[in-house]
């Protein structure tokens, strides 16, 4: 806990209620941040308000529609005036039916374009003008290491998840003159409570085999790494591609 100046951030986290997502609301949270939850799950995001209290804000949206981000920055506007960090974490994962890249249907292949990749556009768009009234913004883009392993049967996610690797690299260019950096934090393996049908108890031991640190990775693994990435200790970090899977493989 501790990283400097979290405590006066707004900070809007998507993809926020549950998982991963809920966990980084957690964290920013315990180091003082007001966070705005994020999601199409009102229900989820305002328990999580719930739990943790008036320093997170619920809010519903669907990344894929930028209507709906609009919507999200006028709301922020009026409440805050400014975002000073914002993790683009909502995707479709748990749900990926896993097949051969041409059995994926084109529905299937739409619905996580318009999610994983133009979310993180549509978001970031809506919200540019009030980073850009933050005094030192910060992005965090939500990788996959997947892209680099080459992981089967999920082509769809892992082109999605380069897309957002090779946003990252444009945003920071696009961006440094306003003071705002762009970092995308990419997990290997990361269990929650959400249910992954998808990797049987033979591929997470093969892959614990192959980590340098033999355990499974939990949220607390990637929250204090997007808390890092989003504080003033960061400061000189921008356009960076951050792994975190306990040595699966080495950038």
Do not use: C
């Not at 896993?98 to 133009?118: G, H, L, R, Y």
């Not at 269990?191 to 998808?198: H, I, K, L, P, S």
């Amino acid at each position: 806990m501790g990283y400097k100046g979290l405590d006066e951030k707004v900070i809007v986290v998507t993809g926020s209620a549950q998982g991963i997502g809920a966990a980084y609301v957690r964290r920013l949270a315990q180091e003082g941040a007001t966070v705005i939850a994020a999601d199409r799950n009102l229900e989820g995001v305002t328990a999580l308000a719930a739990e943790l209290g008036d320093r997170v804000v619920p809010y519903e949206i669907d990344v894929a529609s930028i209507e709906s981000a609009q919507r999200l920055a006028a709301f922020a506007a009026e409440r805050f005036g400014r975002v000073d960090g914002l993790i683009n974490n909502a995707a479709i994962f748990s749900t990926i039916r896993m097949a051969p890249f041409w059995e994926i249907t084109e529905q299937e292949w739409d619905a996580i374009s318009n999610v994983n990749i133009k979310g993180v556009w549509a978001v970031t768009s809506a919200l540019i003008d009030l980073l850009k009234a933050s005094r030192a913004a910060s992005i965090v883009n939500i990788g996959s290491d997947s892209v680099v392993l080459g992981r089967s049967n999920y082509l769809h996610y892992v082109a999605s998840k380069g897309a957002v690797t090779g946003m990252t690299y444009s945003m920071s260019k696009e961006l440094g003159d306003f003071g705002i950096r762009v970092n995308t934090l990419s997990p290997g393996p990361v269990y929650t409570e959400v249910a992954r049908d998808t990797v049987t108890e033979a591929q997470t031991n093969a892959m614990l085999a192959a980590q340098a640190i033999h355990r499974k990775a939990g949220p607390e693994d990637m929250t204090a790494v997007a808390a890092f990435l989003l504080s003033d200790d960061s400061a000189y970090v921008t356009g960076q591609t951050v792994s975190v899977n306990g040595g699966l493989w080495h950038r």
